[in-house]
């Protein structure tokens, strides 16, 4: 998931600059996206999901260890591996984005807390794009005991990173 959880940090702390909707408001006089989704957060937070993930491949490739867990492979050949951590990053920040359409068509503002959604938006357009883009390797790798893992530890990742977010200044709130 670490090219999952990091383009969104990322995308905080690289951003600014140009929104991707460009300022627009639907018919229902609200913005598209909102000044928090900028065209430079995307590319970066894109970017260090990929580079996390192209280290990640790395070490897989030659067999790392963490406290005696092997790294997960995320596919037979730097293509298909590529095409997935790709697939986790760029679907983070869309996951991000589409929630962030849908806070704007409810009404709240640019940081307005809509708890768990806020947390597992990312994860869910995460693994949306995985499944379309690599679907056995999704199923094989994304069990039931793992997806569970993932939807409980990630709402507190998630509140940790905020606040320290809010506290380094990159986030205006710590939610």
Same mark, same amino acid.
């Given at each position: 998931?670490?090219?999952?959880?990091?383009?969104?940090? +990322?995308?905080?702390?690289?951003?600014?600059?140009?929104?991707?909707?460009?300022?627009?408001?639907?018919?229902?006089?609200?913005?598209?996206?909102?000044?928090?989704?900028?065209?430079?957060?995307?590319?970066?937070?894109? +970017?260090?999901?990929?580079?996390?993930?192209?280290?990640?491949?790395?070490?897989?490739?030659?067999? +790392?260890?963490?406290?005696?867990?092997?790294?997960?492979?995320?596919?037979?050949?730097?293509?298909?591996?590529?095409?997935?951590?790709?697939?986790?990053?760029?679907?983070?920040?869309?996951?991000?984005?589409?929630?962030?359409?849908?806070?704007?068509?409810?009404?709240?503002?640019?940081?307005?807390?809509?708890?768990?959604?806020?947390?597992?938006?990312?994860?869910?357009?995460?693994?949306?794009?995985?499944?379309?883009?690599?679907?056995?390797?999704?199923?094989?790798?994304?069990?039931?005991?793992?997806?569970?893992?993932?939807?409980?530890?990630?709402?507190?990742?998630?509140?940790?990173?905020?606040?320290?977010?809010? +506290?380094?200044?990159?986030?205006?709130?710590?939610?």
């Amino acid at each position: 998931m670490l090219p999952a959880y990091l383009p969104n940090p +990322f995308a905080a702390v690289f951003g600014g600059g140009k929104t991707i909707d460009g300022g627009r408001v639907l018919s229902d006089g609200r913005r598209i996206l909102g000044d928090g989704k900028t065209w430079k957060g995307l590319f970066a937070g894109i +970017f260090f999901g990929l580079l996390a993930g192209c280290i990640q491949i790395w070490l897989s490739g030659r067999g +790392f260890e963490v406290l005696g867990l092997e790294m997960p492979g995320f596919g037979p050949d730097f293509g298909s591996a590529f095409k997935v951590v790709f697939a986790l990053s760029s679907g983070a920040l869309f996951g991000d984005m589409f929630m962030s359409f849908f806070k704007r068509r409810l009404g709240l503002k640019r940081g307005s807390p809509l708890p768990l959604v806020d947390q597992l938006d990312f994860v869910l357009g995460a693994w949306v794009f995985t499944y379309l883009a690599a679907p056995a390797w999704f199923t094989d790798n994304f069990t039931f005991g793992i997806m569970a893992t993932v939807v409980v530890v990630t709402p507190l990742l998630h509140v940790i990173t905020n606040v320290i977010g809010y +506290f380094i200044g990159v986030k205006k709130e710590p939610w």
